[in-house]
């Protein structure tokens, strides 16, 4: 396996890579691993990234443009999303990702971005979940059963011995085949699917929260004490899927990225605005993912809120090029 960085001499033509054949191969303690790599870019002062693009294409369609640079690992990525909510034919995201090997500038790659987004976010989720759940914790709750939602049970069940999993959505069938889907992957839990999402919050030692409402969609005083919370569904102003009471209930609350928190997450924006300050905030992902649990005891409840950022993107693209450039 070539180090970090390598790249084979005198390839010169670029590869393309479906979701299909990505995710034959490269799986969720891969995607961690890369991310706890990128992260030490991060720390090393390697990343150099431009904020996200947003232009918007229609009222309700949008395209997004995130690229990235790592000088340690001498990768760039820019990644390009299609947001179209009217598709019925084919997914509402979409996604892409083109790798350049910046010892020489030459582009190595395009690959299909969906899965890898997913999956990149589990990842992180993971890493958030390791240092900031209860380590006796034994029950996932997720509300939202979308797309997104499957690899953030995973990233869970990566990094706890989960025993029960208690699934939400506001259509029920689709809950029920995201339950048939965790079997089938060989998840090793009793899964229910549950009428309301009280019922998952007062049950959950561990909540995943992967919706994109713009009304909370469960109430704080429902978490049990020692509860963590993973928030990946709302990435807009606009989308607030939990209420003030989480936050204020919240004793640490960690961001993937502050400064696209910052402009993206409304939840935190909304509650800022309702005197809570960002410097309750207390890090990112890259200040705690080489630390050790972190919960000061086991009644705190700990809130992580995730809306991406493209060094995180690179990550699982240059992981990905490692694996298929052998």
């Known amino acids: ?47 150099i990234q431009a904020p996200r693009t947003v232009l918007p294409v229609d009222d309700n369609s949008s395209m997004l443009y995130m690229p990235c640079i790592s000088t340690a690992s001498k990768i760039s990525i820019i990644k390009t999303v299609s947001i179209f909510p009217v598709n019925k034919d084919l997914p509402t995201t979409q996604g ?25 976010t589990g990842g992180m989720t993971a890493i958030a979940t390791e240092r900031l759940a209860r380590k006796d914790a034994k029950t996932i709750g997720a509300i939202g059963t979308g797309n997104m939602a499957f690899e953030q049970v995973l990233g869970v069940v990566e990094v706890r011995d989960i025993e029960r999993i208690v699934l939400y959505n506001r259509t029920k069938e689709k809950a029920e085949a995201f339950k048939e889907r965790l079997e089938a992957f060989g998840i090793k839990a009793d899964i229910k699917v549950v009428d309301n999402a009280s019922e998952v919050v007062t049950q959950s030692d561990i909540l995943n929260c992967a919706t994109q409402s713009t009304e909370p969609v469960f109430d704080g005083n429902d978490l049990k004490p020692g509860a963590h919370i993973n928030g990946v569904g709302s990435f807009k102003p606009v989308m607030k899927e939990m209420d003030e009471t989480t936050i204020k209930r919240a004793n640490q609350i960690y961001a993937d990225d502050l400064e696209s928190v910052k402009e993206e997450a409304g939840e935190l924006i909304h509650a800022v605005d309702a005197g809570i300050s960002w410097d309750d905030i207390k890090g990112e992902l890259v200040d705690i993912f080489e630390q050790d649990y972190l919960k000061q005891d086991d009644a705190e409840i700990t809130l992580y809120k995730c809306v991406g950022a493209g060094y995180f993107d690179l990550a699982v693209a240059g992981g990905v090029m490692k694996m298929f450039a052998e």
């Open 96 to 120: 892409n990702l083109l790798v350049t090997d910046l010892t020489k500038g030459e582009h190595k790659a395009t690959m299909d971005a969906s899965y890898l987004t997913r999956l990149r």
């Open 1 to 47: 396996m070539r180090q970090k960085g390598e790249w084979k001499a005198g390839e010169n033509s670029m590869i393309t890579l479906t979701d299909e054949q990505i995710e034959k191969e490269y799986h969720m303690h891969h995607a961690i691993a890369d991310v706890k790599n990128v992260l030490q870019d991060l720390k090393d002062d390697a990343i």
